[in-house]
């Protein structure tokens, strides 16, 4: 997807202690990063925080990620359910000298809205209204 499509939500850097024993970003630590970062954008999409993660699907980790390089991470609402909202997720790496982003990792994450006692409840409907087009 192009940046226009997408929404970025969040940049790290990978450090030393990220790395995973091949010298790359550990794959765990990835997942953890974008799992905060869609946190972050369902939580403000749904205007509540109380979104949990229900589901990551396929994670494609096409590219190494090494020491010092820049990581943006990029959302956007695929699918509004009732109580669910999935987010296409893309972490992309930085290139400072030339400008360009380079798909690294790419997954869809589904995050549910729960009550007080952890059941699921709906998505409030001046909310879902803005998204419905989607599941179309
Ligand atoms: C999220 C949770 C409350 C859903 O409970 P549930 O009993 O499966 O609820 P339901 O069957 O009523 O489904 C509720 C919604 O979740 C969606 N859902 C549930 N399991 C799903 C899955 N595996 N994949 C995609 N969507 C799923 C349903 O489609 C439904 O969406 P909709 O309301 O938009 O139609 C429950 O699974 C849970 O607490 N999971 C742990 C969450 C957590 O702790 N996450 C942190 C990671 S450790």
Redesign the pocket.
Known sequence: MTNKDMLLITQKIAMTRDLGVHGNLFGGNMLSWIDEAAGLMATKICRTTNM????MEEVNFKRPVKMGFSISIYGKVVKM????ITLYMEARKHNVYSGEETLVTSTKI?F?R?DEV???IPITEEIRKNYLHLNE
């Open positions: 949990v993660t229900v589901k359910g009732t109580s669910s589904v549910v729960i952890g059941d699921p």
